[in-house]
């Protein structure tokens, strides 16, 4: 109970209060949650109480429902509750599929309350009785809409839902008009949520990408097992029950498989009718064609470019050809000239000197003396320079007969000497000829000179590059090049030429070259004991030009042995023995020293072809 | 939509479930609603739960137990040590953090503490899984109140490490007053509650207030020493001096059968809950011979006398150290498997004879049943980013009173807004004056201090030319206190419809 006021006591503040203080809390909680909630949107408390009595009148009006009256009502049949409308029975015809699950049961409480028989009896009017009442209609309505099921069933039939599809002339018209009231209408039917809205005019090509999309997989919630012509409940018994649901299944299927088609008809029309589409549409072409022309003249400006670029190159290098063969005419020409200039002069020297010797009587006192010099003096016209005859007929001209005599002589000596010369290298060039002839025996035009050190290191690489090795000759051409010392390089093709003119030789002659190559590499490691690793390709080679017989392998045999080496692993008990038997002609030890030369030979081989790789990489 | 609660005990974790509206626990896959925190390692499994509890006495040193102790501690911190020395399996000293050094067949292994609770949680989100049916992820997980930041962080990451997303670390307290809904139903009022957890090795008594539907920590206590193990050892301690002078032979120096003894006392302790008595049997014991006996409540409640004081000892401490009395306090609720124990009931419904003790639900489900519960209310948040697991808020520092007179016509105070009320917040009250007074007047004070006795005035309120009428007139006063705890006061006479209204500054 509060206390009455005192005379003169007013409204006063008579302190000041304590400062708020801060204190944690624990995380928890929903008032804790809506605490945050307030904090962080920064409303005050009764800001959001007053929110709440907002949404709370809501629903206060929600619940305020506006009931038509259904006229019909009092005549309905309940006989042929099937064919009422219940929306209209509850007096729910203006909502219809949008009225909530609250405001069914306001109705059909309202509906109760007016309608019910015990009310209208106490009214005064006749019932009749038992079923046959219009209550009943009633009941069945709520009935059908409380269930969520047989509510879905019924909305799906709905005899107000207009089914139509418009045609394509009416789309093709105005678009917008016609087909967004349709879209919209059947868009209830789909279990999912964001229903994508067909749009305007203008709307994105993403847009509209996303309604058609939506409307080609269009999930729908549409069932017909209200329109089921018998009753399952009605059957007697189970066969019968049996053969009811399979009627009613095939005709829901059936009714399925239209609504199905219906709308996709209805979204085929629109797509074909959509403007916009066919706008997309041109536009995609249009910018297809406009991609492809950039295209084309991008290539077209290219070849162009290349052929300018091919035909500058071309005039250059005529052009260049034009003057160098200008030049080069022209370089004849001189050449010509000063040939001809010095024919003529050296004509005239020798006249000079024919007759110069003619004077003097050839220098000599018999007959047969000046046919001699005659011959002598045509043997030096012919051989002397221009310059040495110039000189020649100068000493004669300004000398008496004994100098010239002299001179004349002493030129003749000399061109006897060189001409003796001549003879001579050229007799010691047709032997040398002939010799490196023999030496090389027509190897392969002209190649380049094959020293002992390099036949050997051929020798050894062949050896080691069995026939069959991939790319042999130039994997042999490499390791040659590798290991010389001269430093000639070998190519293929060398390799390949002095390899065969190898092969041509007798087995003396390698015997040869190998016992060279052994005495050879004696001198130079005098001191290092023969047995080393080097020796041992040598000494093979050796050991195949002794003995013919086991040295030469065929393929053939070669090709048993790998299978016989394949066949009898490492572990079998007498391999050896069995790996003989299985090649004809050979010895159990020729196949261990065959294999043994086969192993060395692929050591070595990966090893020269891991450099040639790595040489390649570089 | 579903969520999980998690909680991640010393001895033993436990799941609840929030879907459709309510939180349970559910079972593993052995059939326990709550799971030992015990992670065996074999040669190339590991075994979490029951299976590896049971297989401890043979796989002692390769069982990791209790390892929420050691769990976000460096390895010099007194805590982690007192868990080296009394755990089974070897810790080692790596970069300063203790790992486990587990021993399987060939290779060593290295396993550190967070590791273990990973697994521990991952067969907490199985066990959630396979009761669901389907896959989640959404958790809030609760940690003790003492726990530090970086323990609650390492808790945080091997909950995210075993494919959880957090949705907050909430405190054992709060979770188990959350379970019991207290204040959730109306926003208004202010209760003190008191949480006793008893778990299976350490005592944690709070005391909490609740204002506006909100938790408060206002003190807290926890022994570590004080747990449900060590009843079992009393037990245990008990069983084996009986098979002493039944058989003349000590077993407590062999551990193995000590280890086996405990088991069953842990058995019969369990059974003593709901049975006047209990049957121990230990298949040979020691050297072959059977151990068979029977114990009874009464022996029980006598061997663990003193361990029960001790167990209840904290509670008065506390009060006295809020200073308040066992009258204030409003609700307790019990937690922790060992506070089923029907002698510890009974002793703390006698400490506080007019508070209702809530155990409705299973003690050891308290917690995680909360947990969901928090979940579920997180669930429906589109965001609930919260970076700290605790925060501060604005708080009504004093009591905000106004003096009436009782029915003797004598003076007294009635709360209007109680401290600790989270600003900014609004209150309404209908007051009554006789309704024969043509003027009535509000005072309106405040506390001093804790005790609402003396006061100070703040304002006074004076309604005048009230007419007469023969029943009360109804003064609707809505009180309203801003985040700085500035004060406003709207008192109506609803039959005339006056008003009057003061603002109180506050005091700079």
Same mark, same amino acid.
């Not at chain 1, 005379?7 to 708020?20: E, F, P």
């Not at chain 1, 189970?238 to 053969?243: A, C, G, L, T, V």
């Not at chain 1, 060189?418 to 027509?442: D, P, T």
């Given at each position: 109970?509060?206390?009455?006021?005192?005379?003169g006591?007013v409204?006063?503040v008579?302190?000041?209060?304590?400062?708020?203080?801060?204190?944690?809390?624990?995380? @928890?909680g929903?008032?804790?949650?809506a605490?945050l909630?307030?904090? &962080?949107r920064?409303?005050?408390?009764?800001?959001?109480?007053l929110?709440?009595?907002?949404?709370l009148?809501?629903?206060?009006?929600?619940?305020?429902?506006?009931?038509?009256?259904?006229?019909?009502?009092?005549?309905?049949?309940?006989?042929?509750w099937?064919?009422?409308?219940?929306?209209?029975?509850?007096?729910?015809?203006?909502?219809?599929?949008?009225?909530?699950?609250?405001?069914?049961?306001?109705?059909h409480?309202?509906?109760?309350?007016?309608?019910?028989?015990d009310?209208?009896?106490?009214?005064?009017?006749?019932?009749?009785?038992? &079923?046959?009442d219009?209550?009943?209609?009633?009941?069945?309505?709520?009935?059908?809409l409380?269930?969520?099921?047989?509510?879905?069933?019924?909305?799906?039939?709905?005899p107000?839902?207009d089914?139509?599809?418009?045609?394509? =002339?009416e =789309?093709?018209?105005n678009?917008?008009?016609?087909?967004?009231?349709?879209?919209?209408?059947?868009?209830?039917?789909?279990?999912?949520?964001?229903i994508?809205?067909?749009?305007t005019?203008?709307?994105?090509?993403?847009e509209?990408?996303?309604?058609y999309?939506?409307?080609?997989?269009? &999930?729908?919630?549409?069932?017909?097992?209200?329109?089921?012509?018998e009753e399952?409940?009605?059957?007697?018994?189970?066969d019968?029950?049996?053969?009811?649901?399979?009627?009613?299944?095939?005709s829901?299927?059936?009714?399925?498989?239209?609504?199905m088609?219906?709308?996709r008809?209805?979204?085929d029309?629109?797509y074909?009718?959509?403007?916009r589409?066919?706008?997309f549409?041109?536009?995609?072409?249009?910018?297809?064609?406009?991609?492809?022309?950039?295209?084309?003249?991008?290539?077209?400006?290219?070849?162009?470019?290349?052929?300018?670029?091919?035909?500058?190159?071309?005039d250059?290098?005529?052009?260049?050809?034009e003057?160098?063969?200008e030049?080069?005419?022209?370089?004849?020409?001189?050449?010509k000239?000063?040939?001809?200039?010095?024919k003529?002069a050296?004509?005239?020297?020798?006249?000079?000197?024919?007759?110069t010797?003619k004077?003097?009587?050839?220098?000599?006192?018999?007959?047969?003396?000046?046919?001699?010099m005659?011959?002598? @003096?045509e043997?030096?016209?012919?051989?002397?320079?221009l310059?040495?005859?110039?000189?020649?007929?100068e000493?004669?001209?300004?000398?008496?007969?004994?100098?010239?005599?002299?001179?004349?002589?002493?030129?003749?000596?000399?061109?006897?000497?060189q001409?003796?010369?001549?003879?001579?290298?050229?007799?010691?060039a047709?032997?040398?000829a002939?010799?490196?002839?023999?030496?090389?025996?027509g190897?392969?035009?002209?190649?380049? =000179?094959?020293?002992?050190?390099?036949?050997?290191?051929?020798i050894?690489?062949?050896?080691?590059?069995?026939?069959?090795t991939?790319?042999r000759w130039?994997?042999?051409?490499?390791?040659?090049?590798?290991?010389?010392?001269?430093?000639?390089?070998?190519?293929?093709?060398?390799?390949i030429?002095k390899?065969?003119?190898?092969?041509?030789?007798?087995?003396?002659?390698k015997?040869e070259?190998?016992?060279?190559a052994?005495?050879k590499?004696?001198?130079?490691?005098?001191?290092?004991?023969a047995?080393? &690793?080097n020796?041992?390709?040598?000494?093979?080679f050796?050991?195949?030009?002794?003995?013919?017989?086991?040295?030469?392998?065929?393929?053939?045999?070669q090709?048993?042995?790998?299978?016989?080496?394949?066949?009898?692993?490492?572990?079998?008990?007498?391999?050896?023995?069995?790996?003989?038997?299985?090649?004809?002609?050979?010895?159990?030890?020729?196949?261990?020293?065959?294999?043994?030369?086969l @192993?060395?030979?692929?050591?070595?081989?990966?090893a020269?072809?891991?450099?040639?790789?790595?040489?390649?990489?570089k | 939509?579903?969520?999980?609660?998690?909680h991640?005990?010393?001895?033993?974790?436990?799941?609840?479930i929030?879907?459709?509206?309510?939180?349970?626990?559910?079972?593993?896959?052995?059939?326990?609603?709550v799971?030992?925190?015990?992670?065996?390692?074999?040669?190339?499994?590991q075994?979490?739960?029951i299976?590896?509890?049971?297989?401890?006495?043979?796989?002692a040193?390769?069982?990791?137990?209790?390892?929420?102790?050691?769990?976000?501690?460096?390895?010099?911190?007194?805590?982690?040590q007192?868990?080296i020395?009394?755990s089974?399996?070897?810790?080692?000293?790596?970069?300063?953090?203790?790992?486990?050094?587990?021993d399987?067949?060939?290779?060593?292994?290295?396993?550190s503490?967070d590791?273990?609770?990973?697994?521990?949680?991952?067969?907490?989100k199985?066990?959630?899984?396979s009761?669901?049916?389907?896959?989640?992820?959404?958790?809030?997980?609760?940690v003790p109140?003492?726990?530090g930041?970086?323990?609650?962080?390492?808790?945080?990451q091997?909950?995210?490490?075993?494919g959880?997303?957090v949705?907050?670390?909430i405190?054992?307290?709060?979770?188990?007053?959350?379970?019991?809904?207290i204040?959730?139903?109306t926003?208004?009022?202010?209760?003190?509650?008191?949480?006793?957890?008893?778990?299976?090795?350490?005592?944690?008594?709070?005391?909490?207030?609740v204002?506006?539907?909100?938790?408060?920590? %206002?003190a807290?206590?926890?022994?570590?020493?004080?747990?449900?193990?060590?009843?079992?050892?009393?037990?245990?301690q008990?069983?084996?001096?009986e098979?002493?002078?039944?058989?003349?032979?000590d077993v407590?120096?062999?551990?193995?059968?000590?280890?086996k003894?405990?088991?069953?006392?842990?058995?019969?302790?369990?059974?003593?809950?709901?049975?006047?008595?209990?049957?121990?049997?230990?298949?040979?014991?020691?050297?072959?011979?059977?151990?068979?006996?029977?114990?009874?409540?009464?022996?029980?409640?006598?061997?663990?006398?003193?361990?029960?004081?001790?167990?209840?000892?904290?509670?008065?401490?506390?009060?006295?150290?809020?200073?308040?009395?066992?009258?204030?306090?409003?609700?307790?609720?019990?937690?922790?498997g060992?506070?089923?124990?029907?002698?510890?009931q009974?002793?703390?419904?006698?400490?506080?004879?007019?508070?209702? %003790?809530?155990?409705?639900?299973?003690?050891?489900?308290?917690i995680?049943?909360?947990?969901?519960?928090?979940?579920g209310?997180? %669930?429906?948040?589109?965001?609930?980013?919260?970076?700290?697991?605790?925060?501060t808020?604005?708080?009504?520092?004093?009591?905000?009173?106004?003096?009436?007179?009782?029915?003797?016509?004598?003076?007294?105070?009635?709360?209007?807004?109680?401290?600790?009320?989270?600003?900014?917040?609004?209150?309404q009250?209908?007051?009554?004056?006789?309704?024969?007074?043509?003027s009535i007047?509000?005072?309106l004070?405040q506390s001093?201090?804790?005790n609402?006795t003396?006061? /100070?005035? %703040?304002a006074?309120?004076?309604?005048?030319?009230? /007419?007469?009428?023969?029943?009360?007139?109804?003064?609707?006063?809505?009180v309203?206190?801003k985040?700085?705890?500035s004060?406003h006061?709207?008192?109506?006479?609803?039959?005339?419809?006056?008003? /009057?209204?003061?603002?109180?500054?506050?005091?700079s």
């Amino acid at each position: 109970m509060l206390k009455e006021a005192v005379d003169g006591q007013v409204t006063v503040v008579c302190n000041t209060i304590a400062a708020s203080v801060q204190f944690q809390v624990e995380p @928890v909680g929903r008032w804790f949650e809506a605490f945050l909630k307030r904090r &962080d949107r920064n409303v005050s408390a009764s800001f959001q109480e007053l929110e709440e009595e907002e949404e709370l009148s809501e629903e206060s009006e929600d619940e305020e429902l506006q009931l038509e009256e259904y006229p019909m009502l009092k005549t309905l049949d309940p006989k042929d509750w099937k064919n009422q409308d219940h929306y209209a029975v509850l007096g729910l015809a203006h909502m219809r599929y949008k009225a909530t699950q609250k405001q069914i049961k306001a109705a059909h409480k309202a509906m109760v309350l007016k309608h019910h028989p015990d009310k209208r009896k106490a009214a005064g009017e006749q019932i009749v009785e038992g &079923d046959n009442d219009y209550f009943t209609c009633i009941t069945k309505a709520i009935e059908i809409l409380s269930d969520p099921v047989k509510r879905r069933a019924f909305d799906s039939v709905d005899p107000t839902f207009d089914n139509a599809v418009p045609s394509k =002339g009416e =789309g093709k018209e105005n678009f917008c008009e016609v087909f967004t009231p349709v879209f919209e209408r059947n868009s209830r039917w789909t279990s999912k949520k964001h229903i994508p809205k067909l749009g305007t005019m203008d709307s994105s090509f993403e847009e509209v990408d996303n309604f058609y999309s939506f409307w080609y997989n269009f &999930d729908s919630w549409r069932e017909f097992s209200y329109l089921d012509e018998e009753e399952k409940e009605k059957a007697e018994c189970r066969d019968e029950r049996r053969w009811i649901e399979k009627q009613n299944r095939a005709s829901r299927a059936q009714r399925k498989k239209e609504e199905m088609n219906r709308i996709r008809t209805l979204v085929d029309t629109a797509y074909s009718c959509d403007p916009r589409i066919k706008k997309f549409k041109e536009e995609e072409k249009a910018r297809k064609e406009s991609e492809k022309k950039a295209k084309m003249e991008a290539k077209r400006r290219e070849q162009e470019e290349k052929e300018r670029a091919k035909q500058a190159e071309l005039d250059a290098a005529r052009l260049a050809k034009e003057k160098e063969d200008e030049e080069a005419k022209q370089a004849a020409l001189q050449a010509k000239k000063e040939k001809e200039i010095q024919k003529k002069a050296i004509k005239k020297e020798r006249q000079k000197l024919r007759t110069t010797c003619k004077n003097w009587n050839y220098f000599a006192d018999s007959e047969a003396e000046s046919v001699k010099m005659m011959e002598e @003096v045509e043997k030096l016209c012919d051989r002397l320079e221009l310059v040495s005859l110039q000189s020649l007929n100068e000493v004669l001209a300004s000398g008496t007969k004994e100098d010239s005599k002299a001179a004349v002589e002493k030129q003749v000596q000399e061109v006897n000497a060189q001409l003796q010369k001549e003879k001579e290298a050229e007799v010691q060039a047709r032997q040398a000829a002939r010799s490196s002839e023999q030496a090389s025996s027509g190897s392969g035009g002209g190649s380049k =000179g094959w020293n002992e050190e390099e036949l050997q290191l051929l020798i050894k690489a062949v050896n080691l590059f069995p026939a069959g090795t991939n790319a042999r000759w130039e994997v042999i051409a490499n390791y040659m090049n590798l290991h010389s010392t001269s430093g000639i390089k070998r190519n293929a093709k060398d390799v390949i030429n002095k390899a065969k003119n190898l092969q041509k030789l007798d087995p003396h002659q390698k015997d040869e070259i190998n016992k060279k190559a052994f005495e050879k590499f004696k001198k130079e490691h005098a001191a290092v004991p023969a047995t080393v &690793d080097n020796a041992v390709p040598s000494e093979r080679f050796d050991a195949s030009g002794a003995e013919a017989n086991t040295a030469s392998w065929t393929t053939e045999e070669q090709k048993l042995l790998e299978q016989a080496l394949k066949t009898f692993p490492v572990s079998t008990p007498e391999r050896w023995e069995k790996i003989a038997a299985v090649v004809p002609g050979r010895t159990k030890k020729d196949c261990m020293k065959r294999y043994k030369e086969l @192993v060395e030979m692929v050591k070595a081989k990966k090893a020269a072809q891991e450099q040639v790789a790595a040489k390649s990489k570089k | 939509m579903a969520a999980i609660g998690v909680h991640f005990g010393y001895t033993c974790a436990c799941v609840a479930i929030f879907k459709d509206g309510r939180a349970d626990v559910v079972a593993n896959d052995a059939g326990d609603r709550v799971t030992p925190v015990v992670v065996a390692y074999r040669d190339k499994e590991q075994i979490v739960g029951i299976a590896a509890k049971q297989g401890r006495i043979r796989n002692a040193a390769n069982t990791v137990v209790k390892v929420k102790q050691i769990l976000g501690r460096s390895f010099d911190d007194p805590e982690a040590q007192k868990h080296i020395t009394e755990s089974k399996c070897t810790v080692i000293n790596k970069d300063n953090k203790p790992k486990y050094e587990i021993d399987t067949g060939e290779v060593t292994k290295i396993v550190s503490p967070d590791e273990v609770a990973k697994l521990v949680f991952h067969k907490m989100k199985e066990t959630a899984q396979s009761a669901l049916g389907s896959d989640i992820t959404d958790a809030v997980i609760t940690v003790p109140f003492e726990f530090g930041e970086i323990q609650k962080n390492a808790l945080r990451q091997a909950a995210e490490g075993a494919g959880f997303s957090v949705l907050r670390l909430i405190h054992e307290p709060s979770a188990a007053l959350l379970a019991y809904g207290i204040g959730q139903d109306t926003p208004t009022g202010k209760s003190h509650v008191l949480v006793y957890k008893l778990g299976g090795t350490s005592l944690t008594v709070t005391i909490m207030e609740v204002n506006s539907g909100m938790y408060r920590v %206002l003190a807290t206590h926890t022994d570590h020493s004080t747990g449900g193990e060590s009843f079992t050892h009393a037990l245990a301690q008990y069983l084996a001096s009986e098979f002493k002078r039944s058989f003349k032979h000590d077993v407590t120096g062999n551990p193995r059968a000590m280890m086996k003894l405990m088991n069953s006392a842990d058995v019969a302790k369990h059974t003593l809950s709901t049975l006047g008595s209990s049957n121990c049997f230990v298949d040979s014991l020691y050297d072959g011979m059977d151990f068979d006996c029977s114990v009874s409540r009464a022996r029980f409640e006598l061997l663990c006398a003193s361990l029960f004081n001790k167990s209840i000892q904290p509670i008065k401490t506390l009060l006295e150290q809020v200073g308040l009395s066992t009258s204030d306090v409003s609700k307790v609720v019990l937690c922790g498997g060992s506070a089923r124990i029907p002698k510890l009931q009974q002793m703390i419904q006698d400490l506080f004879p007019d508070v209702e %003790l809530l155990s409705s639900i299973t003690p050891d489900e308290v917690i995680p049943v909360g947990a969901a519960i928090e979940a579920g209310i997180l %669930l429906g948040r589109d965001c609930s980013s919260l970076d700290v697991d605790s925060i501060t808020v604005d708080c009504c520092a004093r009591d905000i009173l106004v003096k009436e007179a009782d029915d003797t016509g004598a003076d007294m105070y009635t709360v209007l807004f109680p401290s600790g009320t989270p600003l900014p917040a609004r209150r309404q009250h209908t007051l009554q004056g006789p309704g024969s007074l043509s003027s009535i007047c509000l005072e309106l004070y405040q506390s001093q201090g804790h005790n609402s006795t003396p006061q /100070e005035k %703040l304002a006074q309120i004076v309604l005048n030319n009230l /007419e007469p009428k023969e029943d009360n007139h109804d003064i609707v006063t809505v009180v309203t206190m801003k985040r700085d705890g500035s004060l406003h006061v709207t008192c109506t006479e609803q039959g005339s419809g006056k008003s /009057e209204a003061v603002t109180v500054a506050v005091a700079s």
